[in-house]
């Protein structure tokens, strides 16, 4: 008995020593939260790439106006009912489709002068845009695709919109709901493209007034140029009410060439 006791001793020793040395340890509950949303949001980005990617492949086979290539756009917003519009563009910038039919003015448009149309032809690679005033009348994001024709010439691409809350708002409030903590998400020029508080959404880190204090700015300033990281800040609460302390755990989403800063942040004060 004594040397069974002894083996079991051992056996439950060696397996702790070894559970220490994988460095597998559970990471902090915000570094979890943060570790979803990240994972969250890029699923989401990939999966519309991946429709748009179709899009791409069947109007490469059929042709920029043709009948077949709306309908593999059309499922593909119906894939993502959150997306509000979809462009096929040439390569010199004109617009040959547009769905859903209240954007069929915009077919023959030249829309070559814009930067996001620059950029696509540019690089002929997919790309995520940074939020911009869209000629639909709302700040957005544009998710391209490149198309290219059966013997691997350019013909332009295909542009998905969306407003950005939208997509990542099917991510975050699962995470947070019921929890202390709150999400809000940035791009690296300072535009807020989520809060939980929605009207912060929009709103620029380093040009509003209402950041301008100077730590809020080196804070800020630090989300910005780090890809990862945790700090304290001060700055109202959800309610508006009162100012508390906030520590803060942040990382980066993105896919295709963007960096979406997600910061997970606690009321210390609580």
Same mark, same amino acid.
């Given at each position: &008995?004594?040397?069974?006791?002894?083996?079991?001793?051992?056996?439950?020793?060696?397996? $702790?020593?070894?559970?220490?040395?994988?460095?597998?340890?559970?990471?902090?509950?915000?570094?979890?939260?943060? @570790?979803?949303?990240?994972?969250?949001?890029?699923?989401?980005?990939?999966?519309?790439?991946?429709?748009?990617?179709?899009?791409? %492949? $069947?109007?490469?086979?059929?042709?920029?106006?043709?009948?077949?290539?709306?309908?593999?756009?059309?499922?593909? &917003?119906?894939? /993502?009912?959150?997306?509000?519009?979809?462009?096929?563009?040439?390569?010199? +910038?004109?617009?040959? &489709?547009?769905?859903?039919?209240?954007?069929?003015?915009?077919?023959?448009?030249?829309?070559?002068? /814009?930067?996001?149309?620059?950029?696509?032809?540019?690089? @002929?690679?997919?790309?995520?845009?940074?939020?911009?005033?869209?000629?639909?009348?709302?700040?957005?994001?544009? @998710?391209?695709?490149?198309?290219?024709? *059966?013997? +691997? *010439?350019?013909?332009?691409?295909?542009?998905?919109?969306? %407003?950005?809350?939208?997509?990542?708002?099917?991510?975050?409030?699962?995470?947070?709901? +019921?929890?202390?903590?709150?999400?809000?998400?940035?791009?690296?020029?300072?535009?807020?493209?989520?809060?939980?508080?929605?009207?912060?959404?929009?709103?620029?880190?380093?040009?509003?007034?209402?950041?301008?204090?100077?730590?809020?700015?080196?804070?800020?300033?630090?989300?910005?140029?780090?890809?990862? +990281?945790?700090?304290?800040?001060?700055?109202?609460?959800?309610?508006?009410? @009162?100012?508390?302390?906030?520590?803060?755990?942040?990382?980066?989403?993105?896919?295709?060439?963007?960096?979406?800063?997600?910061?997970?942040?606690?009321?210390?004060?609580?």
């Amino acid at each position: &008995m004594r040397t069974a006791a002894f083996v079991a001793a051992l056996l439950i020793t060696v397996a $702790v020593l070894g559970a220490g040395c994988t460095g597998e340890n559970p990471p902090p509950p915000e570094e979890a939260v943060l @570790q979803e949303a990240v994972a969250g949001i890029n699923g989401e980005l990939a999966a519309v790439r991946a429709s748009i990617g179709e899009s791409a %492949r $069947v109007l490469g086979e059929a042709g920029l106006t043709s009948a077949a290539g709306e309908r593999a756009v059309r499922q593909a &917003m119906l894939n /993502h009912p959150y997306t509000e519009s979809t462009l096929v563009v040439t390569k010199d +910038g004109i617009v040959t &489709m547009a769905v859903p039919d209240g954007y069929a003015g915009t077919v023959g448009s030249d829309i070559s002068s /814009h930067l996001e149309t620059g950029r696509s032809v540019r690089e @002929q690679a997919p790309l995520v845009s940074e939020v911009f005033p869209l000629a639909e009348g709302y700040a957005g994001v544009a @998710q391209s695709y490149p198309v290219f024709g *059966e013997g +691997g *010439e350019y013909l332009g691409f295909v542009s998905i919109a969306y %407003r950005p809350e939208t997509l990542i708002g099917r991510v975050i409030p699962p995470l947070t709901d +019921g929890t202390p903590y709150d999400i809000w998400m940035v791009q690296t020029d300072g535009v807020v493209i989520y809060d939980t508080t929605p009207e912060e959404i929009g709103k620029n880190l380093f040009s509003d007034p209402a950041y301008r204090s100077p730590a809020l700015q080196e804070a800020f300033s630090r989300i910005a140029a780090e890809p990862s +990281g945790s700090l304290t800040y001060s700055f109202w609460d959800t309610d508006w009410a @009162q100012t508390v302390t906030k520590e803060a755990v942040w990382g980066t989403a993105g896919v295709d060439g963007t960096e979406w800063r997600v910061v997970v942040t606690r009321n210390v004060d609580a």
